[in-house]
C-alpha cells in the first residue's frame, strides 16, 4: 500500500478508515522500513499526518505525533542539501513535506519547530533555484522537471507566501519558456506539462502570463491525466478547485495518482463525486 491508496481512502471513506486504524497500519510498516521517499516511506507518512490534521480527517497533535518523524527528516534534508548533484523530483518531495508541515501549524505549534521547518525548505527552494538557474531548454526531461518546479512553487507563493525565496528563478523561467513558444522555436514539452504549467500561471494569478500560454495548451487533452489536468485548468479558470470524476475514476491507479498530484500542488483543492445515480458529495481535500 503506497500513500496514494491511504489518501483515497481517507478522503471517500473517512468514517470507515478511521475504524480500520488504517493510518497506524500504514505507519507500523512505513517507520521500520527505512524507507525515506514520499510514496512509500517518511516523507509521504509524515505529510500525510500533518495534511490528514490539517483538514480535521484525524484529531491528534501533530507536531508532538510527528516529533520523531521530523527529527529524522531534519537529517536526511542535510544530507540531501549537501549532494552535489540535484534531483529535483527528489527535493520535490522534501518541499512538499515541509510546505505542509508549514501550512498545517496552528498558532500553539513550536516556534523552534516552525523555524526548523522554514529553514529546511528555504535550504531545498535554493537547490531548486540552482537547477532552474542551469536549466538546459533543449532537454525535454529537464523542462518538465522545471514545470514540476514552478507549480510547487506556485502553491508556496499562494500558501506560504514566501515567494521571495524563489521569485526571480520562477519568473526566469516562465518567461523564457513563454519566449521559446512565441518565437516559433521547437520546445519539445509534453501536452500533460502545459497543462500543468498554465495551472501554475493560474494559480499563481499572473493574467498576462495566462494569456501569452494559452494559445498553446491542449483544448481537447487525450490521455486520462491530461483529462484530469484539463479539469483542473477549467476549474481555476472559474476561480474555484472544483473537480468532478465519478468515484470509480477517482479510485483506479491513475485516480488515486491524480488526486495525489492534486492535493499536493492545488491550493482549496475539492472533489465532487457521484456516489450513486443521484447523490453527490463534495469533499474539501486541501
Known amino acids: 500500500m503506497v500513500i496514494s491508496d491511504i489518501l483515497f481512502k481517507y478522503t471517500f471513506y473517512n468514517e470507515e478508515v478511521g475504524k480500520e486504524n488504517l493510518l497506524d497500519n500504514w505507519a507500523s510498516i512505513v517507520v521500520p522500513s527505512g524507507k525515506y521517499g514520499f510514496e512509500d516511506g517518511l516523507l509521504g507518512l509524515g505529510w500525510l499526518v500533518a495534511y490528514l490534521g490539517k483538514v480535521g480527517k484525524i484529531d491528534c497533535d501533530v507536531d508532538e505525533v510527528l516529533e520523531d518523524i ?12 549537501l549532494q552535489i548533484e540535484i534531483c529535483p523530483k527528489r527535493i520535490l518531495d522534501f518541499v512538499t513535506f515541509y510546505q505542509m508541515r508549514l501550512y498545517s501549524k496552528g498558532n500553539r505549534a513550536s516556534s523552534h519547530r516552525k523555524f526548523v521547518h522554514f529553514e529546511c525548505l528555504k535550504l531545498l527552494v535554493e537547490k531548486l533555484n540552482q537547477y532552474l538557474l542551469n536549466l538546459d531548454y533543449s532537454s525535454r526531461p529537464a523542462v518538465e522537471n522545471g514545470i514540476e518546479i514552478i507549480l510547487k512553487f506556485s502553491l508556496i507563493a499562494k500558501v506560504n507566501g514566501n515567494e521571495g525565496t524563489f521569485e526571480t528563478y520562477f519568473y526566469s523561467f516562465i518567461e523564457q519558456v513563454l519566449e521559446v513558444l512565441d518565437s516559433g522555436r521547437p520546445l519539445d514539452i509534453a501536452s500533460l506539462s502545459l497543462l500543468k504549467l498554465y495551472c501554475a500561471i493560474k494559480q499563481y494569478e499572473h493574467p498576462y502570463w ?5 494559445p498553446f495548451v491542449p483544448k481537447n487533452p487525450i490521455s486520462k491525466k491530461e483529462i484530469y489536468w484539463g479539469k483542473v485548468r477549467d476549474s481555476l479558470e472559474k476561480n474555484n478547485s472544483e473537480i468532478f470524476l465519478p468515484l470509480n475514476q477517482w479510485g483506479d491507479t491513475e485516480g488515486r495518482s491524480f488526486l495525489l498530484d492534486y492535493v499536493t500542488n492545488i491550493k482549496g483543492a ?3 463525486y457521484e456516489k450513486n445515480s443521484s447523490e453527490y458529495y463534495h469533499t474539501t481535500i486541501q
Not at 70 to 81: A, F, G, N, P, W
Not at 210 to 214: F, G, N, P, V
Open 70 to 81: 521530523d527529527d529524522m527528516i531534519y537529517k536526511l534534508t542535510i544530507k540531501e542539501h
Open 210 to 214: 495566462e494569456k501569452k500560454l494559452k
Open 270 to 272: 475539492e472533489v465532487i
